[in-house]
């Protein structure tokens, strides 16, 4: 796995900042919804601590959300995104190994990482 820049944003923060724009009548232009900055390896070390993963290079420019955040949008921590996706794949069955495709994630999904 390469250690490429990840962008993480929580689907619920996306939910909570398209209300916040959609009832602010001051909202304008272009807002990046990614509070997260992560590369692959520090990604891993951060499960690692959550749970038990497997061991995993690429830099994008920054994201802000700053313009977001100043309209009073609070996203989630990271530690919480991860922690309640890992709880959806495991009760979706996605982490459980299968024999001779031990990744049960989609085809896209696989071959990007």
Request: glycine share 4%.
């Amino acid at each position: 796995m390469t250690n490429r820049m990840w962008e993480i944003v929580d689907v619920r923060d996306v939910a909570d900042a398209l209300l916040l724009l959609y009832e602010n009548d001051q909202s304008s232009g272009r807002y990046i919804c990614s509070p997260n900055r992560v590369c692959t390896r520090d990604l891993v070390d951060l499960l690692k601590k959550m749970i038990t993963v497997v061991d995993a290079d690429h830099a994008g420019p920054p994201l802000s959300s700053q313009k977001l955040r100043d309209m009073g949008w609070e996203p989630r921590k990271l530690e919480s995104t991860l922690s309640d996706s890992v709880q959806s794949y495991e009760k979706a069955g996605r982490l459980q190994d299968v024999p001779g495709n031990p990744c049960r994630f989609p085809f896209l999904i696989r071959a990007w990482l």
